[in-house]
């Protein structure tokens, strides 16, 4: 054996583990095997791991099932990892193997070993503090990667409701901004009556709060946890008292008005939640491409297109073609918006794909909630500052449109009835003219009548 390296055992035999490593022979196999994205796991997914271990010990030591110096130690592992210490140490990607137990065990080995440290003991001298009878002491797998992914994607979220907030107050601002900037509406991409530029955005803001709010909901059946159900639910190898204590720990180190699962086999069978989650991740998505999607249209020109507002530019917009200015932000944002559509798909898959006692899929979900949260909390707060903005009305463009739009006459229906409104819009549409002019013309109404129907304050309202 190398002298890099020391000689660790288990379940399975002896294992070469590199001689400064934390992780243990679990670890070392797996690493092996799950090299999938070549990343490393996600912070709060980590954080999410060692906040269990820590309140399982707490647990353990308070129901006298587990020696106070092992469990003092323990404790102070997890609370070095969580305070930034030996984040290398998992090697482990978010996506592992069935049940994430190859993540479980990282875990269980990296705090084993520091505990071992911190006791004046050896890397790996697990007859004294063990991975799996000491740090997973109360546990399985089958609890814990459900907690775990609970536990991450609440974690994850606050940090996107935060994003959302920011996008929320920039298209309102815009809306107060453009309150007064007439516009001409449009229904199937063709003319209709007028609304406001503000009128637009404020629809926007108004959207992603009942994204918001649909999120939040969700949200709030993640805090139901399946950890005390250990094995396929059954609570095995649990002292009389566990789930109630370790989860109302786990609350208090995280934070999170956690709650025990209402019923455990439940709990590890399906993944609702997380799929309920996801999917409103991925209806704001829908609404945000929606929203990006109008922008690039309204920004469309300068000269061929419909140049309704101007946007800023973050850099040129092409290698080739001086003075460009793309919509670059917005065509990002929808990218990203149909990675997250795509990442709901990969969720409502693996949540339908369990079978009976256990869903196994838990790394796939977990690895694509995190990935979906991780990129709209990252580009929002950018979306929202460089794009919504700076974006400017072009107020003489607006103002074109609706002059010369006959669908105006509409407005006139109330006044002149349907039928003769049509053949004024006709007319006007054939001849190229205003129906202002040809209202007049047929002696249909006064000028002062015409005037009063179009009034801005009739447009606006």
Do not use: W
């Amino acid at each position: 054996m190398s002298q890099d390296y020391r000689l660790d055992k288990d379940s399975l035999g002896e294992v070469e583990v590199p001689i400064d490593a934390y992780y243990g022979p679990f670890t070392v196999r797996a690493k092996k095997q799950y090299q999938i994205t070549n990343l490393p796991p996600h912070r709060n997914f980590i954080k999410a791991f060692v906040m269990i271990k820590k309140a399982a010990a707490i647990t353990n030591k308070e129901l006298e099932v587990l020696p106070a110096e092992i469990a003092d130690a323990i404790i102070q592992s997890c609370d070095e990892i969580l305070n930034g210490d030996m984040s290398k140490e998992f090697v482990i990607e978010t996506l592992n193997s069935g049940a994430s137990t190859a993540f479980n065990m990282n875990c269980n080995e990296v705090i084993a070993n520091r505990s071992l440290e911190i006791l004046g003991k050896r890397k790996g001298q697990y007859d004294y503090v063990s991975p799996n009878d000491h740090v997973n002491m109360s546990q399985s797998s089958n609890d814990t990667s459900p907690t775990a992914i609970h536990l991450a994607i609440i974690m994850n979220c606050l940090d996107l409701l935060h994003s959302l907030d920011i996008l929320i107050e920039s298209l309102e601002k815009k809306s107060v901004e453009f309150s007064e900037d007439i516009k001409i509406g449009r229904t199937h991409l063709m003319d209709a009556i007028p609304v406001t530029l503000g009128n637009e955005f404020g629809a926007y803001a108004s959207a992603i709060k009942k994204c918001k709010g649909f999120i939040k909901n969700s949200l709030e059946e993640l805090y139901f946890v399946a950890l005390g159900g250990t094995a396929v639910g059954t609570g095995a190898n649990t002292p009389k008292g566990y789930q109630d204590l370790v989860v109302a720990n786990l609350a208090k180190i995280s934070g999170i008005p956690l709650k025990p699962s209402q019923n455990l086999f439940f709990s590890l069978q399906s993944k609702l939640e997380v799929a309920n989650f996801s999917s409103s991740i991925k209806n704001l998505s829908l609404e945000l491409t929606k929203i990006s999607n109008d922008i690039r249209l309204m920004a469309s020109g300068p000269i061929a297109g419909f140049a309704e507002i101007t946007i800023p530019a973050v850099h040129a917009g092409s290698s080739i073609m001086p003075g460009k200015v793309n919509p670059s932000l917005s065509e990002s944002l929808n990218m990203i918006c149909y990675i997250v559509v795509g990442n709901d798909l990969a969720v409502s898959l693996a949540a339908q794909g369990g079978q009976f006692e256990l869903n196994v899929m838990l790394g796939g979900m977990v690895k694509s909630v995190l990935d979906s949260t991780d990129m709209l909390t990252n580009f929002l707060p950018i979306f929202s500052k460089n794009m919504i903005d700076g974006i400017r009305a072009n107020k003489e463009k607006l103002q074109s449109y609706v002059q010369k739009s006959p669908v105006l006459v509409t407005l006139l229906n109330p006044i002149i009835g349907y039928l003769k409104a049509a053949e004024v819009y006709k007319e006007a549409l054939s001849s190229n003219r205003n129906i202002r002019d040809i209202v007049l013309e047929r002696g249909i109404m006064t000028a002062e009548q015409f005037d009063q129907a179009m009034s801005k304050e009739k447009l606006i309202s």
